[in-house]
């Protein structure tokens, strides 16, 4: 079974950076796509960014040009770099990944099927 652990969140200054990793338990992490989701209270979870195993990234249109979303197969870790954090990113973040056998229509259409705990990452201004 497939299990994903999160670290890195904090407490960061609007304006800053943080990264944050999670890793896969699984070798078959490098055959997996992989993503971030937050959470803010109050809202609905939603997709921050996705990659696939061939590295293709997909990002929501509010961090577009601020996050990187980037996997390290060797490591079975995949990782978000956020950059110019503003207050409305605060939010627990989500580690996901979808079965190896999953195709692409699916992974596009489909809630992941593995999550992690969530990482709580705070900016402040």
């Known amino acids: 079974q497939v299990q994903l652990v999160e670290s890195g969140g904090g407490l960061v200054q609007a304006g800053g950076s943080l990264g944050i990793s999670c890793t896969d338990s699984?070798?078959?992490?490098?055959?997996?796509?992989m993503a971030w989701y937050r959470q803010s209270t109050g809202k609905q979870r939603e997709l921050v960014a996705r990659i696939l195993r061939d590295g293709n990234t997909k990002y929501a249109d509010s961090v577009k040009g601020r996050f990187t979303i980037a996997r390290d197969n060797v490591k079975k870790t995949v990782y978000l770099q956020m950059n110019s954090l503003k207050l409305e990113d605060t939010a627990v973040y989500y580690c996901?990944?979808?079965?190896?056998?999953?195709?692409?229509?699916?992974?596009?259409?489909?809630?992941?099927?593995?999550w992690g705990q969530g990482t709580l990452v705070t900016v402040s201004s």
């Open positions: 996901a990944g979808w079965r190896s056998t999953r195709i692409l229509s699916v992974i596009a259409t489909s809630a992941p099927d593995y």
């Open positions: 699984e070798s078959s992490f490098s055959r997996r796509a």
